[in-house]
C-alpha cells in the first residue's frame, strides 16, 4: 500500500525553529515528486512546493520562498519541510502529498500534521 | 498570481445534481483537477485532467471543461458528499500550481 506518514503535531513558540516530515512507502520514493500543502484554520488549500527526492530538484511557491526549506533525504524516503524562525501566522496544518510527473495532480496524501505557534 | 475562482458554496438535497465551477484563464490550456476535503480529513483526488475519474471513486462524481471553465458535476448526491471541494491546475506557463478557492457543497 503506497502510504506517506506524516510527524506528529508540534507546538512552538515565536522565533523557534522546526522541521517536519514525511516518510513515504510502497512505491519507488525516488521517482516521485513530494509537494506540501499548507491550510491555516478554517480556510483552503495553499500549494506551498514540491521536490524530487531522485536529485532534490525543488520548486516553491512565490508566496512561500525564502520562508520555508524544503528537503529531502531519499535514504530514508522522506521529505521535510523546516522553518528557522516561526511566527504566530504559521499556525496551521500542513500536509504533505505524492505528486505524479508533468502535472500539479497529487494522488496520494498524508494525513496532515499540525504545527501551533504562539507565545 | 494566478487564481483559481470557485463560489463559495452550493446547496444540494439529496438525490438532486451538485454543480460546482472553477473559472480561470490559463484552464483552456492547462488540465484542472478536483479534491474533496471532508472535515478533519487530507484531500482526496476526485477527478482528474478534466474529466478522468481514479479508481475507487462513485461514478457520480465527473468532470468537464469549456473554455475558462472546469466543472465538477456530482450526480445523485449523497449524505456523504458534504464536503468542501477544491480544483487544482498551473498557470499558463505551467510553471505555478495553485488551488481553487474552494466550494462547500451542503446536502440539505
Known amino acids: 500500500e503506497v502510504q506517506l506518514v506524516q510527524s506528529g503535531a508540534e507546538v512552538k513558540k515565536p522565533g523557534e525553529s522546526l522541521k517536519i516530515s514525511c516518510k513515504g512507502s510502497?512505491?519507488?520514493?525516488?521517482?516521485?515528486?513530494i509537494g506540501w500543502v499548507r491550510q491555516m484554520p478554517g480556510k483552503g488549500l495553499e500549494w506551498m512546493g514540491i521536490i524530487y527526492p531522485g536529485d532534490s530538484d525543488t520548486r516553491y511557491s512565490p508566496s512561500f520562498q525564502g520562508q520555508v526549506t524544503i528537503s529531502a533525504d531519499k535514504s530514508i524516503s522522506t521529505a521535510y519541510l523546516q522553518w528557522s524562525s516561526l511566527k504566530a501566522s504559521d499556525t496551521a496544518m500542513y500536509y504533505c502529498?505524492?505528486?505524479?510527473?508533468?502535472?500539479?495532480?497529487?494522488?496520494?496524501w498524508g494525513k496532515g500534521t499540525t504545527v501551533t505557534v504562539s507565545s | 498570481s494566478y487564481e483559481l475562482t470557485q463560489p463559495p458554496s452550493v446547496s444540494v438535497s439529496p438525490g438532486q445534481t451538485a454543480r460546482i465551477t472553477c473559472s480561470a484563464d490559463?484552464?483552456?490550456?492547462?488540465?484542472a483537477y478536483w479534491y474533496q476535503q471532508k472535515p478533519g480529513q487530507a484531500p482526496v483526488l476526485v477527478i482528474y485532467k478534466d474529466s478522468e475519474r481514479p479508481s475507487g471513486i462513485p461514478e457520480r462524481f465527473s468532470g468537464s471543461s469549456s473554455g475558462t471553465t472546469v466543472t465538477l458535476t456530482i450526480s445523485g448526491v449523497q449524505a456523504e458528499d458534504e464536503a468542501d471541494y477544491y480544483c487544482?491546475?498551473?498557470?499558463?506557463?505551467?510553471?505555478?500550481?495553485?488551488f481553487g478557492t474552494g466550494t462547500k457543497v451542503t446536502v440539505l
Open positions: 487544482q491546475s498551473a498557470d499558463s506557463s505551467g510553471t505555478y500550481y495553485v
Open positions: 510502497g512505491y519507488s520514493f525516488t521517482s516521485y515528486w
Open positions: 490559463a484552464l483552456p490550456k492547462q488540465y
Open positions: 502529498a505524492r505528486r505524479l510527473s508533468g502535472s500539479p495532480m497529487m494522488d496520494v
